[in-house]
């Protein structure tokens, strides 16, 4: 790989967090390209231009643009780290499955709650809390006598459920009753490149 790959971003965003975190853990050479949301960049050109639905991640690998935080990570994966995207069926698969959750469950639990109490985001803060309960309960379940989400290391599951996770107390949602997804924090945050998203109450563990 030649040229860095442009990733746009704004820092507290979870959906760039998780594809900051996987260039960082994969080696992946990049550079960070800081989308102003407060001052409205994003819906207006040149941003435009690079994703018509006015949303943060986009990344540039060269001649290609590629949008939204799952399909990069796969993107990233196919391209740069394949170890991180099985290829066995099954386990595709549930990477798959675990990308989806990303994209409902803890979009509209957790990252929701977030939303509300860090941006002010007019939504139902009890609904989201309890998408985020419903949600957590599902992973606490799935990762007894397990160290990743899928298979014996990992992928891009596990960096795709971090971010808004990690972050849950921010929205008011406690990880204390989930000692497993601890863990799995925990792990991986231990990895090699891990960088962590900035926490945005005094005291809130990153």
Same mark, same amino acid.
């Given at each position: 790989?030649?040229?860095?790959?442009?990733?746009?971003?704004?820092?507290?965003?979870?959906?760039?967090?998780?594809?900051?975190?996987?260039?960082?853990?994969?080696?992946?050479?990049?550079?960070?390209?800081?989308?102003?949301?407060?001052?409205?960049?994003?819906?207006? !050109?040149? =941003?435009?231009?690079?994703?018509?639905?006015?949303?943060?991640?986009?990344?540039?690998?060269?001649?290609?643009?590629?949008?939204?935080?799952?399909?990069?990570?796969?993107?990233?994966?196919?391209?740069?780290?394949?170890?991180?995207?099985?290829?066995?069926?099954?386990?595709?698969?549930?990477?798959?499955?675990?990308?989806?959750?990303?994209?409902?469950?803890?979009?509209?639990?957790?990252?929701?709650?977030?939303?509300?109490?860090?941006?002010? &985001?007019?939504?139902?803060?009890?609904?989201?809390?309890?998408?985020?309960?419903?949600?957590?309960?599902?992973?606490?379940?799935?990762?007894?006598?397990? !160290?990743?989400?899928?298979?014996?290391?990992?992928?891009?599951?596990?960096?795709?459920?971090?971010?808004?996770?990690?972050?849950?107390?921010?929205?008011?949602?406690?990880?204390?009753?989930?000692?497993?997804?601890?863990?799995?924090?925990?792990?991986?945050?231990?990895?090699?490149? =891990?960088?962590?998203?900035?926490?945005?109450?005094?005291?809130?563990? &990153?």
């Amino acid at each position: 790989m030649s040229n860095a790959i442009r990733i746009h971003n704004f820092p507290r965003s979870g959906h760039c967090h998780r594809v900051e975190l996987f260039a960082n853990l994969t080696g992946i050479n990049h550079e960070l390209v800081f989308v102003d949301l407060a001052a409205g960049e994003h819906k207006k !050109e040149p =941003f435009l231009s690079l994703n018509p639905a006015g949303k943060v991640p986009v990344i540039e690998d060269d001649e290609t643009v590629v949008r939204d935080s799952n399909a990069i990570l796969v993107y990233l994966a196919r391209k740069y780290a394949p170890d991180w995207l099985p290829t066995d069926p099954a386990e595709e698969a549930e990477v798959q499955r675990f990308l989806s959750m990303a994209a409902n469950e803890l979009a509209n639990g957790p990252a929701a709650a977030r939303l509300v109490t860090v941006f002010g &985001a007019q939504l139902d803060a009890e609904k989201a809390q309890a998408i985020a309960a419903y949600v957590f309960d599902i992973l606490e379940t799935h990762l007894d006598g397990r !160290e990743w989400l899928v298979g014996q290391t990992p992928s891009v599951a596990d960096v795709a459920i971090y971010s808004y996770t990690a972050h849950a107390p921010e929205g008011n949602v406690s990880l204390d009753p989930y000692p497993n997804i601890r863990a799995l924090l925990k792990r991986i945050e231990a990895l090699p490149g =891990f960088v962590a998203m900035p926490a945005t109450k005094v005291g809130l563990a &990153a």
